[in-house]
Each structure stands twice: as structure tokens, then as C-alpha cells.
């Protein structure tokens, strides 16, 4: 036996000589490898790609040079620029596509879409013609100047996405390297190791094998259980076990935390007394339910003091010294942070959606304020003895202001729709003669295209409904003024009936043409905001704006639906159904007072109203209805006004410097003055829904928003019980002359003397503009608005293109002087005519 072992032992020993080297030759041969392969990684493919990126910031820059001198060089050098586009261009394409494009992270989507709008645009104008314009170059380099800020961020984010996947990749490999020589390492000594004491170990088999049954077990609960840190703890809460991903999370190193107790190391503060309270639980009552509560979310502490939410497992099993408690942590840190995102995103959405419908009250607002002096001219001129001719033009130009006013309020729906607040009124109507007047308007468009535009209506349906008949009526000018618009020859025919049940009627209104049709696949995208369709040769096939989005909404809040066939080339049919609830026939008779009937009582009228040119519309509208008219030029000076005496009427805007309508008017009702009683209109270019409510509250007996009609106006000064409502009239658009309607309308003298007085008001106020007390934003908007009345268009281009924040006062100079020069030079000529 002696012998037996003395062999075992020499071979044995024999084994370790001749194993030994082979196994450090083995490691020799596996560190070189990995140190080829480090180097190898050191000069990967990511740099070139980071130096590739890097150049298209470069090009496009380079780009932006050339344009720039091409643009202010009369003989430019267009093969220059279209060379240097085509470097820049070549680069973006290398960036965009393969394992360039894969650097840049999900989140730059919205910068990919931005720099693909502009290699797009770019391509269009390049391909347009192959001898560049100075226009083209101007438009190239705006388009390049504008999107170098977004191609920096680019670049910038594919540089910072490429570090860190080369230093991911650098830091993985290093790992790996580490690891596996710790691991050879360790194989070496254990073998060398368990060799040399292999003799002792046959000696302590039986109780290594019960040892290693337990820690088998305890390995396979660890591995079934595990998330991503492991950390196991006795009965004392000293920490036994810590794991290579716990030593990455929480910052400790095994040897630093082994023996120490959870709630000194990786349990915040906050937390401790409950834990505590949790561990003294359970070991008096050994309740399972008290440690098995599933994954919870709490938060943990790091070496350095930083504490980090956590996703927490806690498991026990029974050893040789006693009870195990196995706690299985997920650092979920990353995933909050994303969680944060969504809802930072979704809040700056929201924002978003509220700066829009802001910004539609603010355009509305914009919008109604020329048009308020426009359609009032046009009223007064309509009251004076005029040429057929004069009439005709007064006619167009009324219903163009019309038409604007209608996409305003267009605009304004699109807002109402969106945030739920659209209102219906339902009144009883009758739906032939609803539908006839419509077709009546639209008739002499028709005819001006040589176009049929026929009537049926079923005989069920010469009755009284309730509904909303505006809006039916909205719905239905803009279906047969789009067939008029889309049909070169042919006829239109507008259909009526529906299907009648007891106390209800489902009404359906088609209107059908012989257009040149719509193809199938684009049959639901009329129906979207902002769509027109055309011909590859650049003519629009069929563009309907915001009109079919809004009636297809409207329809569809009122019970019904908006729908279209259509085949190409054979026309197309709107079929609109809307539930009706038929209401008893009633006589409906009402007179109307034409445009001549006199006042019966003249009236003193207080007109308050911020824009000058406004004031003077309603002043002579008023006037030449004969009542006695004052003015004041903001709320201040009307509550001031209105405090010194007593009037009649008061016409207050809502939207006024150093004091609004609706403060005004508040303190007119609230203090005991001349006027506490006297009735009061509002008047605005906003929408009537977003401020009606708070102008009734202040005090308010009626409400307008602008343009104010001149029949309006009469009726609602010599009715006090006059509804506040605005016509839906929808006729054709065609060009006018302002200031030729002016003199009409005016006489010579007077339009001389309004312009005069407009050119000093806004040369005063350009100067102020550069002042800090100066709001620049109104005070443009106000010069735009009598600009607008007058005809100045050079005006208005000028004062839309500047900017308020940062006012061009020199180009407003030059603008107001040329403007001025033109009007008088036209008002000179008109005066020879005459």
C-alpha cells in the first residue's frame, strides 16, 4: 500500500512537472490572442466612420461659404455650387445609410427628418434646371443656413454615439480580456492546487459531497431567482455573499461589504427602521407571507452615498449555520429615467396642442381686425349711389372678405374640434329652402364656368326639422363650391331626401359632379387637414384645405357622416347624412328692414376701439345712420368718457392696450356713473366662443366679432333684442381695387386726409419701435391693420416679413415712404380722371 502510494504520488508528481508548463505555455499563447486582438479593436472601423460624420458638417459648411458669395455675386459660378451640393450631398448619403446611419441613436428620428427635408429640397432645386438662378442659389443657401444648426446636433450626436459604442466595445473587450486571464489564472492554481492536496482531499470526500449537494442547491435557487446584483445575508443581516453585478451597482467591492450588515451599507436610511421591523417579523413568527411579497420598487444606496431605485426579490434557504436570506436587486434606473421622458414628452405635446390653439385665436384675431374696416368700407359704399359697374365691384369685393372671414372661422373650428368644445344650436328650419338659398349664392359660379347646377328634393322633406342649420349649411357651400371649383364641364346636381321613422329623419344631401374624379387610393386623404392632390404635370387635381376635414368632423359630432365615391374621369359624389328630429310646421314670417329705413330716434354712441382706421369705419357708419358718435382710443379713456357723460350705446372692444373691453366695462357696471345701465356690444376680432362667456359676465348686452356688418350694426341700434350673429354668405373670389373703392365710397378728400393722418401715425410709431416700452408685436399689428384697409401691399409684405423681436426699422422706413409715395401719386392721377 506504502508502495501503492509512493507511484501514485510520483506520477502525480511527474503529471504537475509536465502539466504545469503546458498549461503556462497554453496561457502565454491565449494573452497573446487577446493582445492582437485588443489591438485590433483599438484601430477599429468606428474612428473613420466618426471622421466620415465629422465631414459632412464640413462639406455642408463649405457649402454655405459658396452659396453665400454665389449669392451676392452677379455671374455667379454655378458648376461651383452644384459641385460643392453634390460633395455634400454624396456625404449625407454616406452617413444615412449602413453602419454610419446605425451609430446615431433612436431618438434622432426627428433630426433625420429634418436634414431628409433638405437633402430633398436641395435635389428638387438642383434637378429643376441645370443652370442655376440667382433666386435658386438664394433659396439653396437659406435652406443650407437654416439647417447647419440641426446638421451640428447631427454630427454632434453621431460623434458622441460612435465614442461610446467604440468605448463600449474597448471597456467589453478589456473585461472579457480581464476576466479570462483571472479565469486562467485561477484554473492553473486550482489545478496545481487540488494536485498538490490531493491526498487530503480523498481524505475529506464524504464531507465535501454533502457540502457540495448544499451548495448545489443553494446555486440553483440563486440561478432560478437571480435578476441582476445577489446578495445574501444571515440572520444578523451581516452580508455573506455579494456578486459581480452587486459589486457594479452598489459600488462595493466583495471584500470591503462581506461581513458588514445590510442596513450599514446598501439600505438607505429612510428604509432601515422598516427593515429592521421586517427582519424582527419574520424571525419571531417565520411567516412566509412576510418575505415572499413578490418584486417590489424601492430604492437603495451606493457606496458613494447616491441612492437609486431598485427592483427587489427576497428569497431564504436553510445551511449548515443557520437561515440564508437571498436578496435579488435589479438596478432600474435607466428604465425610470426613460419613464420620465415619456412623460416630459408627452406634457411638451400637450404644450405644444396649447401653443397651437393659441396661436389660430391669435391669427383669427390678426385676421378679423383689417377685415372689420374692409367689409365696413364696403358696407358704406354699398349705401351710396353707384355704377353698375361700381356695384359689381363692391359685390366682389364684399364676398372675397367673406370668403377670408370664412377661413378664419375655419381655423377657428379646426381648435373647437379638437379641444371638445364645438357647440350645435339646433333650431327648427326648413331644409328645402335652407338648401335653396345655398344653391341660389352658388348658382352665378356655376353659370361663370358654363356648369348646370340643378335641385331635387324629395317631396318628404319640404318640412321643418331641428338642427343646426349653419352648419348644415357650412357643410353643404363647401361640397357644391368644391364641385364648381374641381368640374371644367358638365353639370352638378345636389340631391335631398332621407329615410323618415316616427319622430325622426335621417337626412342625406349628395352632391354630385362630372369632374375628373379622385383615384381610390386617395379617396380618405381629401378628408385630412391641409391635403391637395395633383397631376404629375404640377395642376391641382383636388385640394380642399381645412373645408372637407372640418365638415367630415362636424357631420360626425352631430350623429352623421361625410363620405365620397368616386371614379376617375366619370366625376365625383359627397354624400352627406345628418339625423334630423322633425319639429311641427309653424309659420316663420319675419321682416327685415332694407338698407334705406330710416333711424327712428338718433342715438349718442361711444365708440371705444384701439385701431384708428376701425374707429373711423364705425364712426361713419353710424353717422350715416344718423346718430351723434364719440370716440375713445383704449379701454382707459373709455371708462373715462363714460364716467364724464351719458350715452346711448356704448361699442366696446375686448382686445385694447392699458385697459381691456372687459375690465372697461366691468367697472362701468360696477361704479355708479351716467352709464351703470346704458347698453353695451362687444366687439372683437377673436372667436365668439372664446370670449363671449367672460364679456356677458363683465357686464356685456350683446357680442360681435369683427368685421361688423353695416345691416348688422343698424339693426342691432335699433332693436336692443337684435341677435349678435354673423352671416355665412360664400360667394367667388376674384381681384379688387381698394383704394379706387375708397374714393368711391369716401370721396377724394376724405381718403386723402385718413391716408395722411395713417402715414404720420406710422412713422411715429416705426420710430418708437426701437424703444423698450414699446410692445413692437402690437404696434405692428396695428399699422398692418390700416395698411390692409388702404390697400398698401408693399406695406403689409413688409411688416409680415419682420420680425418683432428684432424690428428691420430702416426696411419699415423705406416701405412706409414708398407706400406713401405711391398712394398720393395714385390719388393725384385719380384726381385728373376726374
Known amino acids: 500500500m506504502g508502495g501503492t502510494s509512493i507511484g501514485i504520488r510520483a506520477r502525480r508528481g511527474t503529471i504537475v512537472l509536465i502539466g504545469v508548463p503546458i498549461l503556462v505555455l497554453l496561457l502565454a499563447l491565449l494573452g497573446a490572442n487577446l493582445v492582437r486582438e485588443l489591438r485590433g479593436l483599438s484601430t477599429a472601423d468606428t474612428d473613420n466612420l466618426q471622421w466620415t460624420i465629422l465631414q459632412v458638417e464640413t462639406e455642408i459648411a463649405n457649402l454655405g461659404t459658396t452659396l453665400s458669395e454665389a449669392a451676392i455675386d452677379p455671374n455667379p459660378e454655378t458648376s461651383d455650387v452644384r459641385l460643392r451640393a453634390d460633395i455634400a450631398l454624396s456625404r449625407l448619403l454616406i452617413i444615412s445609410r449602413g453602419e454610419a446611419r446605425a451609430l446615431f441613436p433612436e431618438d434622432s428620428a426627428t433630426l433625420w427628418d429634418r436634414v431628409t427635408d433638405y437633402q430633398d429640397a436641395v435635389i428638387a432645386i438642383l434637378d429643376a434646371d441645370p443652370e442655376l438662378s440667382q433666386a435658386d442659389i438664394i433659396a439653396l443657401r437659406d435652406l443650407t443656413r437654416d439647417i447647419r444648426p440641426d446638421m451640428r446636433d447631427l454630427v454632434l450626436t453621431g460623434l458622441e454615439a460612435g465614442a461610446q459604442r467604440a468605448e463600449a466595445r474597448r471597456a467589453g473587450f478589456a473585461r472579457q480580456l480581464t476576466l479570462t486571464g483571472a479565469i486562467a489564472i485561477a484554473v492553473i492554481l486550482g489545478l496545481t492546487a487540488v494536485l498538490m492536496v490531493l491526498d487530503r482531499l480523498l481524505a475529506r470526500a464524504d464531507q465535501r459531497d454533502a457540502e457540495l449537494n448544499a451548495s448545489t442547491a443553494r446555486l440553483g435557487s440563486t440561478v432560478e431567482a437571480s435578476l441582476d446584483a445577489i446578495v445574501t445575508a444571515n440572520e444578523a443581516g451581516e452580508i455573506v455573499e455579494f456578486n459581480t453585478s452587486a459589486e457594479r451597482i452598489f459600488g462595493w467591492s466583495r471584500d470591503e461589504i462581506l461581513g458588514q450588515t445590510m442596513d450599514t451599507t446598501i439600505i438607505p436610511h429612510h428604509h432601515r427602521a422598516a427593515h429592521a421591523a421586517g427582519m424582527d417579523r419574520y424571525l419571531a413568527t417565520h411567516d412566509p407571507h412576510v418575505l415572499d411579497a413578490g418584486r417590489v420598487e424601492l430604492s437603495a444606496l451606493r457606496k458613494s452615498g447616491e441612492e437609486f431605485p431598485v427592483e427587489l426579490n427576497i428569497t431564504s434557504v436553510q445551511s449548515a449555520t443557520g437561515e440564508l436570506f437571498i436578496a435579488y436587486l435589479r438596478d432600474i434606473s435607466v428604465r425610470k429615467i426613460n419613464e420620465q421622458k415619456l412623460i416630459d414628452a408627452r406634457d411638451k405635446a400637450e404644450a405644444m396642442d396649447r401653443a397651437k390653439s393659441q396661436f389660430l385665436a ?31 365691384y363692391a359685390r366682389i369685393a364684399s364676398a372675397s372678405g367673406e370668403i377670408l372671414l370664412e377661413h378664419v372661422n375655419e381655423a377657428l373650428d379646426i381648435t373647437r374640434i379638437e379641444l371638445g368644445s364645438m357647440q350645435f344650436s339646433p333650431q327648427p328650419f326648413e331644409m328645402e329652402s335652407t338648401v335653396e338659398s345655398i344653391v341660389d349664392v352658388l348658382t352665378p359660379l356655376a353659370q361663370e364656368k358654363n356648369l348646370a347646377l340643378t335641385l331635387d328634393v324629395e317631396a318628404g322633406m319640404g318640412r321643418v326639422f331641428e338642427g343646426d342649420s349653419g352648419r348644415i349649411g357650412q357643410i353643404l357651400t363647401n361640397l357644391i363650391g368644391n364641385a364648381i371649383k374641381f368640374t371644367d364641364d358638365g353639370a352638378i346636381t345636389v340631391n335631398v331626401g ?34 391637395a392632390l395633383a397631376h404629375s404635370e404640377g395642376r391641382q387635381v383636388r385640394g380642399d384645405g381645412l373645408g372637407l376635414s372640418i365638415s367630415r368632423k362636424v357631420a360626425r359630432l352631430m350623429g352623421g357622416d361625410l363620405t365620397v365615391q368616386s371614379t376617375v374621369g366619370n366625376g365625383s359624389t359627397f354624400t352627406l347624412r345628418v339625423p334630423l328630429r322633425r319639429a311641427e310646421m309653424a309659420a316663420q314670417g319675419s321682416s327685415t328692414p332694407t338698407d334705406d329705413a330710416p333711424v327712428e330716434t338718433a342715438k349718442s354712441i361711444l365708440i371705444v376701439e384701439d385701431n384708428m382706421i376701425n374707429r373711423s369705419v364705425l364712426r361713419d357708419m353710424l353717422e350715416r345712420l344718423g346718430h ?45 356713473g351716467p352709464n351703470k345701465e346704458t347698453r353695451t356690444l362687444g366687439l372683437t376680432a377673436h372667436g365668439r366662443e372664446e370670449y363671449c362667456d367672460r364679456a356677458l359676465s363683465a357686464g356685456m348686452d350683446g357680442f360681435f366679432t369683427k368685421p361688423i356688418r353695416f345691416s348688422a350694426l343698424r339693426d342691432v341700434v335699433a332693436d336692443p333684442q337684435a341677435a349678435t350673429s354673423e352671416p355665412h354668405d360664400s360667394v367667388s373670389v376674384l381681384d379688387m381695387e381698394v383704394i379706387d373703392d375708397l374714393l368711391a365710397v369716401l370721396g377724394p378728400e376724405k381718403v386723402q386726409t385718413t391716408a395722411e393722418t395713417f402715414f404720420a401715425e406710422t412713422n411715429a410709431t416705426i420710430e418708437r419701435l426701437g424703444s423698450l416700452e414699446t410692445d413692437a408685436a402690437a404696434a405692428l399689428h396695428q399699422i398692418r391693420g390700416g395698411a390692409a384697409l388702404l390697400g398698401l401691399s408693399s406695406l403689409i409684405d413688409q411688416i409680415d416679413a419682420t420680425d418683432a423681436s428684432a424690428p428691420d426699422m430702416a426696411s419699415l422706413r423705406a416701405a412706409s415712404a414708398a407706400s406713401a409715395e405711391a398712394f398720393r401719386a395714385h390719388l393725384n392721377a385719380a384726381s385728373l380722371k376726374s
Open 362 to 392: 391669435v391669427m383669427s384675431h390678426e385676421m378679423r381686425t383689417p377685415l372689420n374696416g374692409i367689409l365696413g368700407v364696403l358696407d358704406l359704399m354699398r349705401q351710396t349711389k353707384l355704377t353698375k359697374k361700381q356695384e359689381r
Open 498 to 531: 332621407g329615410i323618415h321613422t316616427a319622430d325622426h329623419t335621417d337626412a342625406t344631401i349628395t352632391v354630385s359632379d362630372t369632374g375628373r374624379g379622385i383615384p381610390e387610393e386617395h379617396l380618405e386623404d381629401i378628408f385630412e387637414d391641409f391635403v
Open 628 to 672: 351723434d358718435v364719440h370716440e375713445a382710443a383704449d379701454g382707459l379713456q373709455g371708462l373715462k368718457t363714460a364716467q364724464e357723460r351719458a350715452f346711448d350705446l356704448i361699442i366696446m372692444d375686448v382686445s385694447m392696450p392699458v385697459m381691456d373691453g372687459i375690465e372697461a366695462v366691468r367697472r362701468i357696471r360696477s361704479e355708479a
